[in-house]
């Protein structure tokens, strides 16, 4: 089955303790991204990656890491978490094929919520 | 910076009645147009999209039209039904091409309520 899996689902941490959300695709998609979800902000782009060692910030890249080592994975890492990064996040990934004239579906997996107390 | 305004926050419609939630771009690079729907603890799914090159698009009861003079697009749903009711989102995106950028913008989103 085509999905896109993320690892917590849910997750409670302290301010402070370094924690990785994992985003995992099995459809061989080229682009990745992640996402937060606020009340009353939408969806806003963290980062995204083009294909493997190759990524770039979205609009508010502060406080996160991202690494794309492998065309499958684009985990999502708080070096220092903060309470303002409570939030819920969602990874997605889209086939670059269709970014090559333009931008295509986004495949989102089911998210993770994170609280940082 | 580029952003998507997305009106109303919320709509309440008696069942079948029609739907119409309107969003307006600042970038005008983009070229690329999506409506997601996002049910109660569910993640976002694409519902329609329409590209810069064309004006409307239908699917069944729901349609997008876009002015790219004016960098509004629209959602229409008609009839609606109680399956309807769901966190309406859309988005504006730019693709590569020369400037490889590949940004999306999300709209605030709609919560959209379909009284039975």
């Known amino acids: 089955e085509a999905q896109v899996t993320q690892n917590p689902r849910y997750l409670i941490t302290v301010t402070g303790k370094k924690l990785t959300v994992t985003c995992s695709q099995n459809m061989n998609h080229e682009y990745m991204s992640w996402y937060r979800q606020d009340p009353g902000l939408g969806l806003r782009q963290i980062y995204y990656?083009?294909?493997?060692?190759?990524?770039d910030k979205g609009d508010v890249p502060e406080g996160y890491k991202v690494s794309r080592k492998e065309k499958r994975n684009f985990p999502l890492i708080l070096e220092s978490p903060s309470p303002n990064q409570t939030s819920l996040y969602f990874c997605?990934?889209?086939?670059?094929?269709?970014?090559?004239?333009?931008?295509?579906?986004?495949?989102f997996g089911e998210g993770s919520r994170l609280t940082v107390l | 910076g580029e952003n998507v305004e997305q009106h109303p926050s919320t709509l309440s419609v008696q069942e079948g009645d029609s739907a119409v939630i309107k969003c307006t771009y600042s970038?005008?690079?983009?070229?690329?147009f999506p409506w997601y729907k996002q049910e109660l603890g569910k993640r976002p799914q694409l519902i329609i999209d329409i590209r810069s090159n064309v004006g409307e698009k239908k699917d069944q009861r729901i349609a997008v039209t876009l002015n790219k003079t004016a960098k509004h697009f629209s959602l229409h749903i008609t009839e609606t039904q109680p399956e309807d009711s769901a966190v309406y989102f859309c988005?504006?995106?730019?693709?590569?091409?020369?400037?490889?950028?590949?940004?999306?913008?999300f709209g605030t989103g709609t919560r959209l309520k379909v009284l039975a």
């Open positions: 970038d005008s690079a983009s070229n690329y």
């Open positions: 990656s083009m294909n493997v060692e190759v990524t």
């Open positions: 988005a504006a995106s730019t693709s590569g091409g020369l400037s490889g950028t590949y940004k999306y913008i």
């Open positions: 997605a990934s889209s086939p670059l094929w269709i970014w090559e004239v333009r931008p295509g579906e986004l495949f």
